[in-house]
């Protein structure tokens, strides 16, 4: 795919998003390269309440504002609904924060990933409950501060949950992790996970201005230097098999990326170290 | 051509689920509704029934899943009973307020703690305010039949409310009566093809589930409303339909025995009815003149039909298989609302019984009935625990 | 853009309706200098509002009635061709 091949046509507009949302953007991607023929089921969360609120109804595609805790289940159902009908040509696409996927949706997305019925299950993660004001999750990255977290404690073992390897325990045919600063990447693997004939998971993580603190016009350059400094990194699981489908050529320090946003700004400089030393441990697991 | 069987209440049920050809079914084992999702289960994999079967990993997703299946344009059903029912909660009034016509069958069960598998309303009767219809019945029969009628209500233009179909758990969901299946064909012509509102379709997209505020919720809100309202015709309407076609009918929103020339009503949900029918004609023999009122629809609460049968007695006995903690059975609650501004109100007794299981012995009805012949006055409330008065 | 009311029952609205733009909010908004653009397209793939279209002929056009002046097309064109400047109405 080029940026030309990106289509004109917008599926998503006057949506109440903040300026500069990395999930906004996100949604608009993905939407080009599924078109017309898809319905979005779209949970509690920055994506549902800025699009859904009457008599604003931004979604030129059939949209359901989802319970929290449901969306896995809703997909089956859909999914098995059309697979019922006969009806092969509807792309079903859920649109979930990280609370309503590691949280609070975990159930239903786990029973849904093993369930052998075809969606795509894309969770753009903005790493905190960041409709209701910016509320620590579980993928929310260690040392952050949110509002019930003002003043974090590094926790040694871990950075956030791992989603991309929990859908592979699942076994799921196709998973992948993406950025919105990464355009084709991320609209290839959308392309990928629809063809799939089953589940299929991609995780966006999605820089959110007023939440992580930084610029409304930095949201790219921040999903960059998340890829850049080894905080996120750009995956895809197919065929049993996990790869890299982009490796930064230079890699910033940690440091970089903690310093560009203000919720990183109760990190003292000593424990930056170890942040640095668990991100790498990290690179040591996912790259080859 | 219809066949005789001997089956369960919950056995009944999903036979009826199989005659409705439900497409998408999703379902949550839990005691004593197990038999039905896996009499379903059996239907679909030996493909007496073409359906999807979503073992889902609880009840609150059990229901999300018909949700979903419902806005992809398909009948679809589940079962649960208890804490399923509780953890099913938020979906319940999800489907209510977003108009979906989905039907589920309940096997009354206890909630714990004291943890109890065996019968009681509790479960069902506090999600009354859900915005759902329910239904209660007192046979296996009754359970089948009632099943197929509620797609018929859910799915009535005018309703677009979800229906519970509520059995006694083990009293009913696990004891064999001889049940007439009705032929397939008729079912057919009975039920037209599922009928819903709001879809997930590309040819005319929207967002459903909408939020609001203001006046445009307040009329949503409303029109909810008008809708269960609606369905109390509805659901005197489909009993009579139902009884033309297949020769059975339940009395519509009411089930009476015996209310014409009663001074003394008992009024119960469920098939402890039968008992009290019982009791009924015991009473009768010794001269008291008794009478049984069985409330079919809980929701929408029939107020009308209740105060022609009750306005003109004496005494009632309300037995309630539930409690709302802090006040009364909730069934004598309801009575005692719908009896409002009555010149002369009846002296009432409510009987808790049932609770956990228990069973509720016809003599043990009569001594409460022989109570309320004693009670002298009307503005008394007399609650009686089932074990605990001497009588 | 005039609400259409579609025949249905229940909390649902027809898809697309939007009586407010969202652009109205913000009076400054981005000014391609074309002279120094080279139609390279990211400004119309970054756009999380997709305020900004291509018509074919290589220059983008920004819908201020979309736009939320969020900077980010300035920020990431890689020949600095487009600069925030105040509007008097959004046109």
Known sequence: MKLKDIPQEEFIVNSLSCAGCGEALAVRLALKVLGKRTVAIVPAGCMSTVNCYWPQIPFRVPMFVSPFAATGAILQGVSAGFHYRGVRDINVLAIAGDGGTADIGMASFSQAIISGRKFLYLCVDNEAYMNTGGQWSSTTPTGAVTTTTPFP???????????????????IPYAATASPAYPLDFMEKVKKAAEMDGPSFIHVLTPCPPGWGFPSEKTIEIGRLAVESGMWSLNEFQNGKLSFTYLPKKKRPIADYLQSQRRFRRIKPEVITRLQEMVNARRQVTEP | MSEKKFLTGNSAVAHAVKLAKVGVIAVYPITPQTPIAEKLAEFVGSGELKAEYIRVESEHSALAACLGAAMADVRSFTATSSHGLAYMHEMLTYASGGRFPLVLAIANRSIGPPWSIWGEQQDSIQQRDTGCIQLYVETAQEALDTTIQAFKIAENPSVLTPVMVCLDGFHLSHAEERVEIPDPSDVERFLTPFNTSATLNPDKPMTLAVGASGEQYTTWRSEQHQGIRQAESVIAEVDEEFGKIFGRQYGGLTDTYQCDDADLIIVIMGSFSGAARDAVD?????????????????????????????GGTQRLVVIDRDVSYGNEGVLCSEIRGALYGLKHYPAIINFIAGLGGADLIVGEIEAVADEAMRVTNAEERRIIFQFLEKK | ????????????????????????YTRVKPKVDLSQCTGCLLCFVFCPDGAISFHGDKKPVVDFNLCKSCGICVHECPKKAIEMSTVESNE
Do not use: E
């Open chain 1, 153 to 171: 404690d590094l926790t040694p073992w871990f950075i956030r949950k791992d989603l991309l390897n929990i859908a592979i325990a699942h076994r």
């Open chain 2, 282 to 310: 015991n009473l009768r023999r010794r001269g008291i003149k008794a009478g049984m009122l069985r409330l079919r629809a809980f929701r929408p609460f029939p107020n009308q039909t209740v105060r022609h049968y009750l």
């Open chain 3, 1 to 24: 853009m005039a609400s259409k009311k579609v025949k249905s029952v229940g909390p649902h609205w027809v898809a697309g309706n939007t009586p407010i733009n969202v652009g109205s």
